[in-house]
Nanobody, 117 residues
Framework: VQLVESGGGLVQPGDSLRLSCAAS????????MSWHRQAPGKERELVARINSDGGTTNYADSVKGRFTISRDNAKNTVILQMNSLKPEDTAVYYC???????????WGQGTQVTVSS
């Protein structure tokens, strides 16, 4: 099983970034996918989640209206489009795959996002 995040970097406040997570080694279309983040000294938090068929999404209040999660089950990829970035969005962003009914939960290695002027 692999979840490989990409797209992080250093940007200025107000800029946009597009994070990608490429999945392999499991039946991607059967798993809910989510993005989480962890800032220094803070606990990991859920940012956005999308169900297995892409029909339902959920967002943390702090990113609603700015971030969009999407998935392509044909390409085994989940995307987090981040707009209007703020310094408080600075964190390591992790991709997660979860299928509760079979007790499977997978994490990527994370990608750093830094928002600073």
């Amino acid at each position: 099983v692999q979840l490989v995040e990409s797209g992080g970097g250093l940007v200025q406040p107000g800029d946009s970034l597009r994070l990608s997570c490429a999945a392999s080694g499991f039946t991607f279309s059967s798993f809910a996918m989510s993005w989480h983040r962890q800032a220094p000294g803070k606990e990991r938090e859920l940012v956005a989640r999308i169900n297995s068929d892409g029909g339902t999404t959920n967002y943390a209040d702090s990113v609603k209206g700015r971030f969009t999660i999407s998935r392509d089950n044909a390409k085994n990829t989940v995307i987090l489009q981040m707009n209007s970035l703020k310094p408080e969005d600075t964190a390591v962003y992790y991709c997660n795959a979860q299928r509760i009914v079979v007790g499977r939960n997978y994490w990527g290695q994370g990608t750093q996002v830094t928002v600073s002027s």
